[in-house]
C-alpha cells in the first residue's frame, strides 16, 4: 500500500508539470461581472422604488447606495409616484424573497448616480452611445459633445462648430479637452461634484467649465457610453 501512495504521488508529482493533477484539483467559476450602467424610468414612493430601464419590459426593485438619488428625485417630482429619467450604475441582483420587492424582475442596487432629469434627452439619445461626455450651460445657452474623433460645440447665436481637441493631464480625477478655433482657445474642463441645472434642476455628478478666449461659462456634464468603457483615445483628429 505504502509503494502504491508513493507511486501516485510521484505521478502527481510528473503530471503537474504537464498541467496538474486533476484529482486535487477544485473546481471554480470566475466571479461573474453583475455591475451595469443603466438609463430608464424612476418611480419613488414612501413604500418602494422602482426602476424600468429605456426599451424593456423588466421592472427593477431598486436600493440607493449613492446617497445622493432619493434627493435627486424629490428635486424634480412634484409628487410622490410621479416619475422621472434617471441613468444609474449600480449592481443587478436576484429580487428580494420578501416583501414588495418580490413582484419585481430583480434588485438594483445603485452605486453612482449620472444624471436625473425630468425633461430633455432622456431614453431618446441619439448621441449617447458614441459619447465620452456631454457638458451644457445656460445663460447662454451652450453645449459641447467629445466623442473619440472631436468635440462639437453648439452656442446661441453661433453656428455649431466640429473641432479637433487634445487630451491634457490634470489632477483630482478631473479632464480636459482643449482645442483652437478663430484665433481662440477653446477648453472644456470636467470635475466630479454635483450638479444642478440652473434651469432645469436636472442633476448630475460632474461640473463643467467651458472656457472661449478670455470668456468662462460654466454647466454640468455627464460621462457617455464611451467613457463608461473607459475606451478614450489619446488625440482624436476630427469631429464625429
Given at each position: 500500500m505504502l509503494f502504491t501512495v508513493r507511486s501516485?504521488?510521484?505521478?502527481c508529482a510528473l503530471t503537474s508539470l504537464l498541467g496538474g493533477c486533476s484529482v486535487f484539483d477544485t473546481p471554480s467559476t470566475p466571479p461573474q461581472d453583475n455591475?451595469?450602467?443603466?438609463?430608464?424610468?424612476l418611480t419613488w414612493t414612501n413604500q418602494q422604488?422602482?426602476?424600468?430601464?429605456?426599451?424593456?419590459?423588466?421592472?427593477?426593485?431598486l436600493e440607493d447606495h449613492s446617497q445622493q438619488l432619493e434627493q435627486a428625485f424629490w428635486n424634480l417630482a412634484p409628487g410622490s409616484g410621479m416619475q422621472v429619467f434617471a441613468d444609474l450604475s449600480g449592481e443587478l441582483k436576484g429580487k428580494p424573497k420578501q416583501g414588495s420587492g418580490m413582484r419585481s424582475d430583480g434588485l438594483f442596487e445603485v452605486q453612482q448616480v449620472h444624471r436625473v432629469n425630468a425633461e430633455g434627452l432622456q431614453c431618446v439619445d441619439l448621441n449617447f452611445?458614441?459619447?465620452?461626455?456631454r457638458a451644457h450651460g445656460n445663460e447662454p445657452g451652450w453645449s459641447v459633445r467629445i466623442g473619440r474623433q472631436g468635440m462639437q460645440l453648439e452656442r446661441?447665436?453661433?453656428?455649431?462648430?466640429?473641432?479637433?481637441?487634445?487630451?491634457?493631464?490634470?489632477?483630482?480625477?478631473?479632464?480636459?479637452?482643449?482645442?483652437?478655433?478663430?484665433?481662440?482657445?477653446?477648453?472644456?474642463?470636467?470635475?466630479?461634484?454635483?450638479?444642478?441645472?440652473?434651469?432645469?434642476?436636472?442633476?448630475s455628478n460632474w461640473q463643467a467649465r467651458l472656457s472661449i478666449g478670455d470668456k468662462v461659462f460654466r454647466g454640468c456634464a455627464y460621462p457617455g457610453a464611451l467613457q463608461t468603457a473607459e475606451s478614450q483615445p489619446s488625440k482624436p483628429l476630427s469631429a464625429d
Open positions: 501516485f504521488v510521484s505521478l455591475t451595469a450602467r443603466l438609463q430608464g424610468m422604488h422602482t426602476f424600468v430601464p429605456c426599451n424593456e419590459g423588466r421592472t427593477f426593485w452611445a458614441a459619447s465620452l461626455w446661441a447665436d453661433f453656428p455649431p462648430m466640429a473641432l479637433p481637441y487634445i487630451v491634457e493631464a490634470v489632477p483630482n480625477g478631473q479632464h480636459s479637452y482643449s482645442s483652437e478655433a478663430n484665433g481662440q482657445r477653446i477648453e472644456l474642463n470636467l470635475q466630479p461634484g454635483e450638479c444642478r441645472d440652473s434651469m432645469t434642476g436636472a442633476f
